[in-house]
């Protein structure tokens, strides 16, 4: 999560290192740009490192925080700003179609826990419509699997799925000396922008997230039989695909076109 270092102790469990560099800190803050209309939904806020300089620029905030003994210190740093609204809980259950009000989307940003950052990015593709923009910190490598293209090893089913709902441009990178205690990891600050309109036709969704589960879950073989049992070589050659590439060599429109071909 990010968080100011100071007296309260980073625990392992929830997977805290505390963002203390202002400089980054200030890149964050002027990457999201937050406006006096936005709502603003931070994910593991901390003490507040960056949560009390986005109060100063936003309309409201609401602050998702599971660890209960750090939200005293951010309540206390925050005291009077009164557009600071404090979730404790799992943001991993949170619903956040819950959070928003009526007509006006939410932007989320945060630091996402190295060890829950996929399921994290999967809930809130699931609730993508109530979301304007996301600004996350992950990992180096979740990050390049994001952005990938075609053809490499870091393409996989994150990079399809995320095709499929949004826009990813990693932003800029930072070193582990940012954090105390520092991570064993890289990290990279990227945004998420929810696509306005499909980028391809697709009727089926639930069919197109069960063929690229199971298609990169057996990455090595060839489509036919990667896609064994949910598709067939006529759905392939009608899609226009060749069965013996591999998984990797789809695209996210590829893969539409064999859902609807199914």
Known sequence: MIASAGSHTPRKR?????????HIINRIVTAIDPQPDNVLVEIGPGPGAITLPLLERCGTLIAVELDRDVIPRLQASAAGKNNLHIVQ???LKTNLRSLGTPGRKLRLVGNLPYNISTPLLF???DQVDVITDMHFMLQKE???RMAAAPGGR??????????????VEPLFSIGSGAFSPP???????????PHIRAPFPLANPERF???????????????????AGLANVAAMQKAGLDPTARPENLSAADFARLADSI
Do not use: W
Not at 154 to 167: F, I, N, P
Not at 183 to 193: A, D, E, Q, Y
């Open 14 to 22: 929830f997977g805290q290192h505390f963002l203390h560099d202002p």
């Open 89 to 91: 809980g799992d943001a």
């Open 123 to 125: 809930h809130c593709l």
């Open 142 to 144: 979740v990050v390049q």
């Open 154 to 167: 870091e393409y996989g089913r994150l990079s399809v799925m995320l095709a499929l709902h949004c826009r």
């Open 183 to 193: 991570p064993r990891v890289g990290s990279t600050f990227v945004r998420l922008i």
């Open 209 to 227: 997230a069960r063929l690229v589960n199971q298609a990169f879950s057996r990455r090595r073989k060839t489509l036919r039989n990667a896609l």
